[in-house]
């Protein structure tokens, strides 16, 4: 599938606030006729490759306009197939696992989780060992096989927004790397709330734009790639989950681990021999990234009566 520029969809108010004082922040710099799913796989190295982007006087929200249809965007990312993301399986456990302990801080008696592109399940299957009752959505239809048929997870395929989920049903819900893909992220995390019991806890991961980590790498940040429609500040966070219905609890600064060989593949003049027979053995070496450069946020929600 092809993404053309006559389905590019231009902004008239901040998807975030509201707000119509928009100014231009950066200019697209790759072609948007030639996007493929390959491009937004979640392990794409397309770093420094954004859309037209605005940004919000009002809540500071940075945002792709104009951006894909979303009708686009979803047909996109149902023909994605990413292999090399479940080959980093250990080191994403050890990335989900530090959530799961955060998210039973806040809600002690576990329950029922939800997680909102699900990938391939390595956090459903992570929870429903701790003692969760998994469910989840992924729009990826190659994902939510490898879920099945390695992990024995029944993940549901398509739009989060759309799925036909009972309210008040969840726990928790995870949003892990997630909200930073979408157009429109208002819905998404009003959805979230009307799926969590009260006082049931959102898990929010998401790049921070404004981080040290950003400022320093500039147009070579590894957020800033063509999957990536927003990019929020605290402020803009702030006012998205206040709109859902949420009390923030705890805000941090994530941590990721992968292997040396998946970060040597990251680097284009040693990624031809980090995918060579000779540094299979960097596959077992973890490295932990504590970058500071995405928020992790545990948020609760909150009765609106």
Not at 136 to 142: A, K, L, Q, R, T
Not at 182 to 209: F, Q, S
Not at 227 to 245: D, T
């Amino acid at each position: 599938m092809e993404t053309r520029t006559d389905i590019l969809v231009p902004a008239t108010s901040c998807p975030v606030c509201g707000g119509r004082d928009l100014s231009a922040w950066k200019r697209a710099n790759f072609d948007a006729a030639r996007l493929s799913s390959a491009h937004i796989k979640i392990t794409d190295s397309e770093y420094g490759k954004v859309w037209d982007l605005s940004r919000c006087r009002r809540c500071g929200h940075i945002f792709a306009d104009p951006g894909p249809s979303p009708a686009a965007l979803a047909a996109l990312y149902a023909e994605v197939v990413d292999p090399r993301y479940e080959e980093e399986a250990a080191g994403r456990s050890q990335n989900f696992l530090r959530l799961l302990s955060r998210m039973e801080k806040h809600r002690p008696g576990k329950g029922r989780l939800f997680d909102v592109g699900a990938a391939t399940g390595i956090l459903l299957d992570l929870a429903r060992r701790r003692g969760w009752d998994p469910a989840g959505v992924e729009v990826s239809s190659w994902a939510a096989g490898v879920a099945a048929e390695k992990y024995g997870l029944s993940v549901n395929v398509g739009d989060f927004v759309e799925t036909d989920i009972a309210r008040d049903r969840f726990d928790a819900v995870a949003m892990v790397d997630i909200i930073e893909h979408l157009a429109r992220p208002v819905p998404a995390a009003v959805k979230a709330r009307e799926i969590l019991k009260p006082g049931g806890i959102l898990c929010l991961v998401t790049p921070d734009i404004h981080s040290p980590a950003a400022r320093m790498a500039g147009p070579r940040w590894w957020h800033l790639r063509p999957g990536h429609l927003a990019y929020f500040s605290l402020r803009s966070l702030a006012v998205l989950l206040g709109r859902a219905g949420f009390r923030v609890l705890e805000l941090r600064r994530y941590a990721w681990t992968f292997s040396a060989q998946y970060l040597l593949s990251r680097l284009p003049p040693l990624r031809a021999w980090a995918d060579s027979g000779p540094a299979s053995f960097l596959r077992s070496i973890p490295i932990k990234l504590a970058l500071g450069d995405s928020f992790e946020i545990y948020a609760e929600k909150v009765n609106r009566d």
